[in-house]
């Protein structure tokens, strides 16, 4: 409860210092821009899904670090959505993966060395082997 009052009080700080600066325009403007961006964030969630999968795939993340990121990207979405300075701030930082690491690390340590090259089969070839086909027209052989 405590948290929520000191959130608040912030909050209702830092707007009115933002919001007199910049006008009351410009705040709404800000407002739905933000809006926009976290929406556009929350469609465009596969992507960064995807990413964090091939990272998981490369051992480059585990899988508590996979979630956590996940997590603070769709709740980064979620604070840019809400109106308010502080939240869009909190809600761009989460945004980048600098600052989700830097949050994930400090509580999870990493094991696991990251591994960005496949292991291919290597199989080996002549090198001065052509592989052609030949088809005849000759209806003599058959």
Avoid: W
């Amino acid at each position: 409860m405590i948290y929520f009052i000191a959130y608040l009080f912030l909050e209702v700080l830092i707007s009115v210092n933002i919001s007199s600066y910049l006008g009351g325009l410009m705040t709404f403007f800000e407002i739905l821009f933000t809006a926009f961006i976290g929406i556009a964030i929350l469609v465009n969630f596969r992507k960064t899904l995807r990413e964090n999968l091939t990272a998981v795939s490369y051992d480059c993340i585990d899988l508590q670090e996979f979630q956590s990121l996940n997590l603070f990207t769709l709740f980064g979405a979620i604070l840019l959505i809400l109106p308010g300075f502080l939240t869009d701030i909190l809600g761009l930082l989460l945004q980048f993966g600098v600052i989700t690491r830097m949050i994930v690390n400090n509580y999870h340590v990493k094991s696991s060395s990251c591994k960005t090259s496949f292991k291919q089969n290597s199989i080996k070839k002549d090198s001065d082997v052509i592989d052609v086909e030949i088809i005849s027209n000759d209806a003599s052989i058959k």
